[in-house]
């Protein structure tokens, strides 16, 4: 029978996602309203092993919900990539009594979920926070939907200028492995063109494309590209379509870590709010070494090595809705 949770530890870890501080707030609420003794772990897995560990109470996160960032702070963490970091981590949650923790982070915070959980006997459960909605086994990620309307924003402003002076414009979105950004911010823009990591890149075939419409006096023309697109990025778009097209007028922006950033948005709020809770109760459940996932409005706990070694796909039928709609 699993041991009953006492203390919980919460930390944020590897990119920061608009909505963290909410899932913070309703870790911290949920732990101390079962009367569960809650505590914050400064900048991720660093923290653990420097024993930057704060003791939180409801005044703690309070007026949080509303802020981008997260309050937690975050780092990359090279040390807990090697035992004897780990080993320093537990150590120093052991001496606190913490005996159970809630990571909220993406892919790499959740194999270091795994790895450090099969190690020792502190139970972990994982809340996907990242803008890059990559993570297998959800609907949300904590931080997506702020991103991509941030996105849009943009988007909608540069395409104010496009149809003033009949250009193309190539905006780059931050997606570097997942190009659900790209996906999400092209398809609402109305995006000529959308180019994201998990589809081949013919760049001939975009080509082909713009010429065509500058033959029908189509000269204002989107192009949206994730920042991981194999073909590499704005940049390189650019120079291969000025040479192809050297009469168009051609205009790069780059929104670069303005998506990260924010008030999150209410859906964010919300759902970091409904996986912060549900963290919790997983733990006196006694649900181990889970994340905490929405799959058609309904909670769903998938194992942290699922999590890690499934990768969340665009489907088929996104990319038929581009080709069309984008003709």
């Known amino acids: 029978m699993a041991k009953k949770v006492t203390k919980i530890g919460v930390l944020t870890s590897g990119g920061d996602a608009p909505g963290m501080n909410a899932a913070i707030r309703a870790v911290v609420r949920t732990g101390l309203y079962h009367g569960l003794e ?42 807990f990539f090697e035992y004897e970091g780990r080993q320093q981590a537990y150590d120093n949650l052991k001496d606190r009594g913490i005996d159970g923790l809630v990571i909220i982070g993406g892919d790499g915070s959740f194999r270091g979920a795994v790895q450090f959980s099969s ?25 997506f939907d702020t991103a991509v309307n941030t996105a849009v924003e943009a988007i909608d402003k540069v395409r104010d200028t496009m149809d003033a002076h009949d250009r193309i414009f190539i905006i780059e979105v ?12 092209g398809i609402a823009t109305g995006a000529e063109n959308i180019l994201i990591p998990e589809r081949k890149t013919d760049i001939n075939d975009i080509v082909t494309s713009l010429q065509e419409k500058e ?17 590499g990025g704005a940049d390189v778009v650019y120079k291969v379509l000025k040479e192809k097209l050297p009469l168009a007028e051609i205009r790069v922006c780059i929104l670069g870590h303005i998506q ?3 008030s999150p948005s209410c859906l964010d709020r919300l759902i970091a709010s409904r996986m912060g809770y549900h963290a919790v109760e997983c733990l006196l459940e006694g649900r181990h070494n889970v994340f905490v996932g929405i799959m058609n409005n309904k909670m769903h706990y998938i194992p ?4 890690v070694k499934n990768k969340a796909k665009i489907s088929e039928e996104w990319l038929r809705i581009v080709k069309i709609l984008a003709s």
């Open 38 to 79: 809650m505590f914050g772990i400064m900048r991720g897995y660093q923290g653990m092993i420097d024993d930057d560990i704060v003791r939180m109470e409801t005044k703690s996160v309070a007026n949080i919900i509303q802020r981008g960032g997260t309050v937690l702070k975050t780092a990359r963490c090279k040390e």
């Open 119 to 143: 190690e020792f006997d502190i139970p972990c459960i994982g809340l996907a926070g990242t803008i890059d909605k990559d993570i297998y086994g959800t609907d949300f990620t904590i931080g």
């Open 174 to 185: 931050m997606g570097r492995d997942a190009g659900y950004i790209a996906l999400h911010s």
């Open 215 to 231: 033959r029908r006096k189509k000269l204002v023309n989107l192009i949206v590209v994730a920042e991981g697109d194999e073909f």
């Open 260 to 262: 990260r950033g924010g």
């Open 304 to 307: 942290l090595e699922n999590a």
